[in-house]
Structure formats: C-alpha cells, structure tokens
C-alpha cells in the first residue's frame, strides 16, 4: 500500500478486499487515513471491492479532521448502501449539506446517485435532498469553462437526479421543484441534466408542463445570458 508503484498499491488494496479478513480491512482503514494520498487513495478502492466492512467505522471518516479522507470516505461508501441504508444514507445527505470543502460535497451528490440506484427504503429523501442543494443560492459557482459559469457540486447533483429518475418516479411536487431549481441554472450542464430528468419522466402534469414550457421560453428568448441578468458574471 506505500509502494513508490501506483499500480502496486492498488493491486495490494484489491488483494487486501477479497482476503476478507480483520487484518486486512484494518490495513485499509488504516491508508484511508495515511498521509499519502496515493496511499488514501488505494484504501479508497480497497474498501469499496470489500464485501462487507465496518459501515460504522465508514461513516465516521465522512466527518475525519483531513479533508481527502472525507473525500474518499464518501465516496467508499456508497459501494454498501445494502449494509446499512439509513445510517449510509444519512450520512451522504449529512455531508452533501454540511460539509466546507466543494469536493467532499460533490463526491457526496454523486455517491447519492450511485446509492439512489439500489436504495430500497430512502429514494424519496435522497431526492429531496439533492433538489434542495440544486437552489439558486446554495451551491456557488466555483469553475468557469469558456468563459461560461460552472458549478462542479451542483453538476453532480443534476447527475445524481438523472440516476435517480432512471429507477424511480418523482412526484408532481418534486418535478416542480426541479424545474424552480435547475432549468435555468446558470451552468448549461446542469440545465442538460435537468432536462433528461424531465424526458424520463413517465408522467407530467400539465401545469408542471407549461411551467417547463415558460422557463424554456425565457431562456431562448433572452438576449442576454441568465447568468449575467441574474447579477452574477463571475
């Protein structure tokens, strides 16, 4: 796992996954928190290809003091939602919400979006949530590609939606609030994202519909990009 050889380390965390062993999943606990990140990072994968680790102990390194371990925490654990749903679930929403750092909240909405594909019980809160963390206000922009505003949190929650409505249906009150949320963001990506999530819609509404019929009106007919008429040119 501290081989100077990125291929060595992680062949080392994958053999440590499938010895299912206590030994090994410590090992892997233990580079999850190494100040390497190479070495972080093989933990990562090494957790994720284990059957069956400590959720728990999982869970806690969501919330560790150093920020790369929260990142790939996060991001290990959506790998066994089947474990402990609630407790992963809540987690992931938990960091999505509160976490300072942009990475840990971006990997936590697309671990939300691999969870949200096998999630049994908790589909309709991880929907909710990743709506809500969709706002105008929430999620700053925090990139810019060809001059156009980006956003790589919200980015990953609009993809997280798409997983979301590719397995389960939204309801009327949760396509409003997609539609309020991300047809006319800012970052053209998400907008994207936001559409295919309507198209896969198996029922609208028809007000929900000429509420996404408007929106899309406003934004073709501005002259001005929505990113500038909302105040926003950073």
Known sequence: ?????ESKRIESAYLLAVSHDSKSESLLFEALEDDSESTRRA????????????????????????????RMAVYALGAHVLLNEKEVVAALIDRLKLDKDDLVRSNSAYTLGQVVRQARH?????????????????EMNNTEVALMPRSTVRQSIAYALVQASANHEFTEQQLSNLIEAGLDDSDRYVQGLTVEVLRMANKIGKQTLDRVLTVLSRTRLSQTPVWVEGGNTD
């Open 122 to 138: 908790y589909a309709t809160e991880i929907i909710d949530a990743l709506i809500e963390r969709l706002f105008a206000g929430v």
């Open 43 to 70: 933990g990562c994968y090494g957790i994720r290809a284990s059957i069956a680790p400590d959720v728990e102990r999982l869970i806690k390194l969501t919330r560790a003091k150093r920020v790369s371990t929260r």
């Open 1 to 5: 796992l501290r081989s100077s050889d």
